[in-house]
């Protein structure tokens, strides 16, 4: 297998890794120890360590090596307010012109939210909390908005601080405020899914923060 298929494998599993919170917040990532555990060479491990940097999902040592990166409380705050600025901004553009095909998919994945849910799949319920927000974004038509926000690494840092221990009632809330933007945009009240949208950004940030 060529170097840079198994560096692809290498940071798929180093990514999957982070993102599931398996390992706590500056954690050192061993070359040696990961090329032994996943069977490829340090070579791969180097690289998919310098992918996950570009992804802002580890940081470089003081001397050598690479750790997971800590979220920092203003992290969250700058997070927070970027994502308001393009999502607001995206639902502005999309809500005199969305289809109802386009509606139907939103709905979709408040279904299948919800759905994750009732089961108690949380990691497959955060993915779809991610994509109802990607879609807003990609629903605005605008290229250039959806690749700022996709290069901003919101939707992985969505991934990274996903809540899943914290009972029902916050994933019930977050189903109706979903659901209660989507009906907004329906009937064109856009300050009424202005108000819901906000209202979502503050609640998980304000949780997030309680649960430092």
Known sequence: MKIDSL???????????ILS?????NTRLKEDEWAKKLGVSRMAIREALTRLLGEDL???GERSGYYIKPILTSEIQ????????LEIGAIRISCTKMSEEQFETLEKICDDFADMVHKGYFNGALEAD?????????????????RVYKSSHIPLFHQKLGISTIGHGYYDQ???????????????????????????????????????
């Open 7 to 17: 560096a692809s494998k290498a940071f798929i599993e180093i990514r999957k890794t």
């Open 174 to 212: 977050t189903d109706a405020e979903h659901r209660q933007i989507v009906k907004a945009l329906r009937e064109g009240n856009l300050e009424l899914a202005e108000q819901t949208m906000v209202t979502h950004f503050n609640r998980h940030e304000n949780l997030t923060f309680d649960m430092d």
């Open 78 to 85: 700058d997070i927070r307010e970027l994502r308001e600025i």
């Open 130 to 146: 991610m994509k109802f927000h990607e879609m807003l974004v990609e629903y605005s038509g605008n290229t250039k908005l959806l």
């Open 58 to 60: 580890v940081m470089p």
């Open 21 to 25: 919170k398996q390992l706590p917040a």
